[in-house]
Structure formats: C-alpha cells, structure tokens
C-alpha cells in the first residue's frame, strides 16, 4: 500500500477517532507492513510478529483521542508495539536454551527453516534471521529502523529515548557484527556468489 | 577532506595503515555525505580493495534487509477486537457515553463527599444496613420484646393508659427503638408510642405504657403517625423525623402492639443532642 501523506494520515486518524471504521482499516493497511516486517527482523518468529502487531494495532486504535498529532502515528505505533515485543521477550527468553543475546527462537525449531538447500534465497533469508539474532537488541532494532524502515538518526534516538550518538554507534557495531557474522556464514557467502 | 585515510602507528602494525578510515565507510551507510563526498568515496575503493569487499559485504547484508516480508492483512482481525472492547461509535454518541461517564463519575463523588460530611456532622450515625431486627426479636417470642421494652422504659411510671385525658388516633405513632443490649445484636422494634408534653409514653405489651427512658428518646424515630413537631421528644424537636401519612392513617384505633411479624425496614437512627 503507498505511504499516506501527513494530511492524508491526520485525516484518517481524525476519523477513525470519530468511528469511522473504513478509515480505520485504511490506517491499519497502511502500517501493517512495516510493523510486521519490524517485528518479525526483530523477534525472528512471524506468530510472534503478528500477534504483537495486531495487539498494537488494538492499542493505538482504542487511545485514538489520545493521540497528540504533533508527533509521528508511526512513531506511537512502533512504540506501543516495541513494548509490547520486550514484555513478549521476557515471557519467551526462557523457553529457548540459548545464550545468545536477544535469540528468541531455537535453531531446531525455526517455523520457516527450509527443507531444501537448493532454495538459497530462502537460505539465505533465514541466515539473516540468525545473523540479526546475534546482534544485542539495541543495535538489531537501530539497524533496522535505519536501514529497513529509513527513520532518521534523531527520530530512533527518540524512540529509544537515547542519545544520538549512543544510536549511531549501536548502528556502526551492528553494521560491522552483521557483515563479519554473514561474511562467516558459509551458506550466505555461497548465495551471494550465486546472486 | 573528509575521505582521509588513516595513519597507521608508527610501527606499522595497524591493520588498516592506509585504508580508508572507518568513520568515512560510517559515514557514507549512515547517508551523511554529500553527492559529491559519496562520489569520492567510491572513487577512493578502487585504490583500497579490503574496504571495497568490505562496503560490498555490508551493502548485500543490508539489501536482504529490504526483501519483501509477506504480511497477513491485520485489519479485519484488529477492527474486530477493538470493536468488541470499544465499539466504533458516531462522533455524537461517543461525546454523550463520555458525558454519561462523566455525570456517573460526578455521582459517585457527590455521593462519597455526601457520606464524608454526613459522618463528620453526625459521628454517631451508621450507615451499615441494620440485621432484620423485627423479625429477631419475634423469633425470641414475645415475652423477651416486652422485656427488653421494659428495659429502656422508667420502671416507676406504668400505667394501663396513656396519662391523657383525651385519645386521638393523631395522636398515635408508630416508633421504630434502636437499643444495643450487651448481649445481643442491634435490635430495632417497632412499637406504639405516644408524646405527651415531651414525655413519650411506649405500649409495652397490652394496656402496660411505660415512660420511655429520656436517653431512649434520642434512639427513637418515628416511622409513622402524625407527630406534631412540638411535642417529639424532651426537646421537640422534629428535624430529620419522618411521618408517614399513609401509616397513620392505617394506625386506626387500636392500641394492641402490631407489625411485629414483619420485618422492617432498617432503620435510620436520629441524632437528638
């Protein structure tokens, strides 16, 4: 779906507000995308992605009136939605016997771990779950602010409630871990080769 | 300038003695270069092959970021949860559900500040709803009712009649008597009773009146007949008291002690100082 415009999405927020469900369900397709993708880079678990994005979706639109449009919706969203993700964390962390920082899921039992080796994109999608999964939770969800979702330096440094150079030096480490754990990642070298 | 190189130690043993500093490769992800800047730097990688593998690398890692990532369509789930803890309403009616709220809010404030002021004007008053007293009372039989009446009532005045020379039925009331013997919860009866020149007069069993205690008088409260305000209690007073037409009138001519078998309505006690 393209991107609202500011206008656009004040309208539907205002009208949403109001009860207006149709602008609602527009709001919702909207942001879905990116809250889900957001969600999913960051727990690795695409049941786990949905559930908090829908239960944050419920949040943001039964507080509409709360809403203070002088800042982003997108903002509110993905912070209800990052709570959201840290209780969900704690309550998962323990069910998973690793002692990776922020690895939620157990290499066994990915629910969309391939079966085939022949299909290397998907290889290599899951190598960048498991690549992402070893950064600490800071410089997983800076880098993908910045770099999946393009948020600028300030704004994640709003959302984190951090300063901006504390962002910006999470994103330069988990730049740097990233490319030195898929550079190790045999698997992922050989589809890059491919691609 | 800003592509600059670094300088390795004087030792030499710097892994990157001569390559493009790394704040510049941070610079050029982070998208704080200029077009111009960005096109040095791409220049500069010819002549440092490590760091050129190394943008390559971090570029490809940074590119699965932006594959497509299905996403189920959450609208209709999301709208049907949030419908059923608020539902979607009119601009209209959501401003008279939030009036609604507003007013009940107010409501339970009033009342709450009410009971407050009632307690600190009254410190006496009870506000828990009073154990059926009647019916207690007659289950222990008749007997102890008059027994118990003949306890607050002034042993040294009994008389067959009200001393009165003349009976009115206006005269008549219907008294509820709060009392809190040791031994027994808080009874209330509700007995005929009669005022005369501030003296109440109880019938406490058949053709026995007795002269109610003075300290009595301020457990007392009339539940029905007519009371002219004067004559209520040592003070006459008549604040609080409420006199029930309908029960008066249904008072007749009898004196016998009545509606002892049924319960009553718990009772407000008045405070007469």
Redesign the interface.
């Known amino acids: 779906m393209a991107a609202l415009s500011k206008s656009e999405e004040a309208s539907l927020i205002q009208r949403s507000a109001?009860?207006?469900?149709e602008s609602?369900?527009t709001l919702?397709?909207a942001h879905?995308?990116s809250l889900?993708?957001y969600l999913?880079?960051m727990s690795g678990r695409p049941d786990v992605a949905?559930d908090i994005?829908?239960e944050a979706?419920?949040r943001v639109?039964?507080n509409l009136d709360r809403f203070d449009p002088r800042y982003r919706f997108s903002t509110w969203l993905f912070t209800i939605a990052r709570r959201l993700l840290m209780n969900a964390s704690q309550k998962l962390r323990p069910s998973c016997d690793s002692d990776r920082v922020g690895a939620w899921q157990c290499a066994s039992d990915s629910p969309e771990k391939p079966v085939d080796d022949a299909d290397a994109g998907a290889l290599?999608?899951v190598s960048?779950r498991s690549?992402l999964m070893t950064l600490t939770d800071e410089q997983r969800e800076i880098?993908?602010l910045f770099?999946?979702l393009d948020w600028p330096?300030s704004t994640i440094a709003q959302h984190m409630d951090m300063p901006e150079g504390t962002v910006?030096s999470h994103?330069?480490r988990g730049?740097r871990r990233?490319?030195e754990v898929?550079?190790r990642d045999e698997r992922f070298s050989e589809s890059?080769v491919r691609s | 300038m800003l592509l600059h190189h670094e300088a390795g130690p004087a030792s030499g043993g710097s892994q990157r003695e001569g390559r493009i500093a790394?704040d510049v490769v941070?610079r050029y992800?982070?998208g704080e270069m200029t077009r111009a800047e960005r096109e040095a730097f791409l220049l500069s990688l010819q002549r440092d092959p490590e760091t050129a593998q190394?943008v390559v690398?971090?570029r490809?890692?940074?590119a699965?970021?932006?594959?497509p990532?299905f996403?189920?369509?959450?609208?209709?789930?999301?709208?049907a949860?949030?419908?059923s803890?608020?539902r979607?309403?009119?601009?209209g009616?959501?401003r008279i559900v939030t009036a609604g709220r507003v007013a009940a809010a107010c409501a339970v404030l009033m009342a709450v500040g009410a009971i407050a002021l009632l307690k600190r004007e009254n410190p006496g008053i009870s506000l828990r709803p009073q154990p059926a007293p009647v019916s207690s009372v007659v289950s222990n039989g008749q007997a102890d009712l008059a027994g118990a009446l003949r306890q607050i009532t002034e042993t040294v005045v009994a008389v067959a009649e009200p001393p009165r020379a003349s009976r009115s039925t206006d005269d008549l009331l219907t008294i509820s008597i709060e009392h809190m013997p040791s031994d027994r919860p808080v009874l209330n009866w509700e007995v005929e009773a009669y005022t005369d020149s501030g003296v109440m007069w109880v019938s406490v069993s058949a053709g026995e009146w007795r002269r109610l205690r003075p300290e009595m008088s301020s457990r007392a409260l009339p539940i029905g007949g007519a009371v002219p305000a004067q004559t209520w209690g040592s003070a006459g007073r008549s604040d609080g008291l409420v006199v029930d037409d309908g029960l008066a009138s249904r008072l007749g001519a009898s004196f016998a002690p009545r509606a002892l078998e049924r319960t009553l309505p718990p009772a407000t006690p008045v405070r007469v100082p």
Request: charged residues 30%.
């Open positions: 109001a009860g207006d469900r609602a369900g919702i397709r879905q995308a889900f993708a999913l880079r949905e994005a829908q979706f419920v639109l039964s290599a999608s960048l690549a880098l993908i770099h999946q330096i910006k994103l330069h730049r990233l490319r898929l550079g890059e | 790394r941070n992800f982070d190394e690398r971090i490809a890692a940074l699965r970021l932006d594959e990532v996403t189920p369509d959450l609208s209709e789930r999301v709208l949860k949030v419908h803890r608020r979607f309403l009119s601009l009616q959501r």
